[in-house]
């Protein structure tokens, strides 16, 4: 199975940048397609970007779209979070997540059909 570690959060103000890393161990992420999530005190955790196996095929949700950008390196065996005009309602903790699947073209919307998770990384942008 493939293990996650969750990265690259942090204090940014409004209108800055962070790149999150997803370091996956274990398993080569070519098996996976792969989301990133999000959960902010007090709510539901929601889905932030969504990339198939193959990586041709991605969904964001309406709130980052535009600003966010999700991409892997199979190189390094890492998907990545480029978050660009950062606001303070992105403020969360930031998880990645995995599924194992034989479709490459598709991603998933829904945490439970995901797999496997990262720890998580906060990310925290001040007005």
């Known amino acids: 199975q493939v293990q996650l570690v969750d990265s690259g959060g942090g204090l940014v103000q409004a209108g800055g940048s962070l790149r999150l890393s997803c370091a996956a161990s274990g398993r080569t992420l070519r098996w996976y397609a792969m989301a990133w999530f999000r959960q902010a005190p007090g709510k539901e955790r929601e889905l932030v970007a969504a990339?198939?196996?193959?990586?041709?095929?991605?969904y964001y949700a309406d709130s980052v779209k535009g600003r966010f950008t999700i991409s892997s390196d199979n190189a390094k065996n890492t998907v990545y979070l480029q978050m660009n005009s950062l606001q303070p309602e992105d403020t969360a903790a930031y998880y990645c997540?995995?599924?194992?699947?034989?479709?490459?073209?598709?991603?998933?919307?829904?945490?439970?059909?995901?797999?496997?998770w990262g720890q998580g990384t906060q990310v925290t942008v001040s007005s």
């Open positions: 990339m198939s196996k193959s990586a041709d095929n991605t």
């Open positions: 997540a995995a599924r194992l699947t034989n479709l490459g073209s598709r991603y998933y919307r829904l945490s439970g059909e995901y797999n496997y």
